[in-house]
């Protein structure tokens, strides 16, 4: 596990470090509710060099990357977390599923939180009249959330019969949507644990994806389930003093032999989303470098950090104060990110999950490795 999540610092000043800085007005006509058809016509703000940039859509991508550039994606998959149920007494419990501790014992938030101590009994009932138990084990300080033990027939794990008990877990901000749960699952989408989806891979196609590979643009995966620690917000006025909640990530030794074979050919490291960015660079701040890892990191990415791994970032638009502007920050500067979204608001793009995607190449990256 690691344990630090303090980056290397090569500079901060005070308005980096503080939350007020992270803070910007989007209308909220602009925060998307469905995903772009097809997923690809997506608009594209693209960040050529420290100075300039200009705007196309996502499809533009295989013109905008080089022949050897490496592309790496998070496979996780979500799962339905969202589960609605009763305690014994008939009253409703909303639980969202945070991550599984062990066989059939998850950390999960809960509403109303009050009315669940340990030793109360929750009902869920499926599409196929089926049922599941859960009892609360204990109270989790650090996330407010509770540790439930599931009761699951015939020897089955939680995550075999999920589907029929549980719903996707589309964050707040999405209260008007049409997509379906394939829309909000990556077209690689594979290892089944995330609570939210790596948005920035929404806009991959199967199509974009061979079209790239044909022109010597590879990819490669990590996994890291998206978990609390991505989109908890960040509450103190120091941002340096943030806590992240850990997150499971692999990276295995395919991958660290494919990015060291495409640095040692002068290829770049493109990052599709944050969380891809957290599982390589986390992976590397285990031993100093980057080495096959498997675990938990809390990495928390802010201005002044020091690149290991990536060279450019395939991104989305974020909430304000969150720590995925923080890390975009640290890639290209906090002020001049946030002179970006103004324009990007300005041109109308669509923000947050289901939005539109920015692509920050290496020329107009800082404290590259």
């Known amino acids: 596990m690691i344990q630090d999540s303090n980056p290397t610092l090569n500079s901060l000043n005070f308005s980096d470090s503080s939350l007020a800085s992270y803070d910007y007005r989007l209308p909220l006509e602009q925060i998307a509710q469905n995903p772009a058809f097809p997923r690809d016509s997506a608009k ?11 705007h196309g859509i996502f499809s533009d991508l295989p013109s905008l990357l080089q022949p050897g550039d490496l592309l790496i994606m998070n ?5 339905p977390a969202r589960l609605y149920g009763r305690k014994t007494s008939g009253a409703a419990i909303e639980v969202l599923l945070l991550e599984e501790k062990q066989t059939n ?13 340990p030793g109360v009994q929750i009902v869920f009932v499926g599409t196929k009249e089926q049922y599941i138990t859960a ?3 204990e109270i989790d300080e650090p996330t407010g959330g509770r540790l439930l033990k599931f009761d699951v027939p015939n020897n089955l794990s939680l995550l075999q019969v999920i589907d029929s008990f549980g719903k996707m877990p589309l964050p707040p901000y999405i209260t008007n949507s049409q997509a379906d749960d394939d829309e909000y699952q990556t077209v690689y989408a594979q290892n089944l644990g995330a609570i939210a989806s790596p948005t920035a891979g929404l806009h991959f196609t199967p199509e974009l994806i061979q079209k790239l590979a044909e ?8 996994t890291l389930h998206v ?4 989109f908890r917000p960040v509450e103190v006025e120091d941002v340096t003093t943030h806590k992240m909640h850990g997150e499971w990530i692999d990276v295995s030794q395919a991958t660290v032999e494919q990015i060291r074979a495409t640095k040692a050919k002068g290829g770049r490291i493109i990052a599709v989303g944050t969380t891809a960015v957290r599982a390589l660079e986390g992976a590397a701040a285990a031993s100093g470098q980057l080495k096959p890892f498997c675990g938990k990191t809390h990495m928390f990415i802010y201005p002044g950090y020091q690149w290991r791994v990536v060279d450019g970032l395939i991104t989305n638009f974020h909430l304000p104060r969150s720590s995925l502007l923080m890390l975009v920050s640290a890639l290209i500067g906090r002020q001049r990110l946030l002179d970006l979204y103004e324009d990007a608001i300005a041109q109308s793009y669509r923000f947050y999950s289901f939005g539109d995607a920015m692509l920050i190449l290496p020329e107009a990256t800082v404290n590259r490795p």
């Open 75 to 79: 496979d996780t998959r979500v799962i």
């Open 44 to 54: 594209l703000l693209v960040v050529n060099s420290s100075t300039d940039y200009h």
């Open 105 to 117: 014992t998850w950390l999960a938030l809960v509403k109303p939180g009050k009315r669940l101590q």
């Open 135 to 137: 009892t609360v084990l």
């Open 227 to 230: 978990g609390v620690g991505t």
């Open 215 to 222: 022109l010597g643009i590879n990819s490669a995966f990590v």
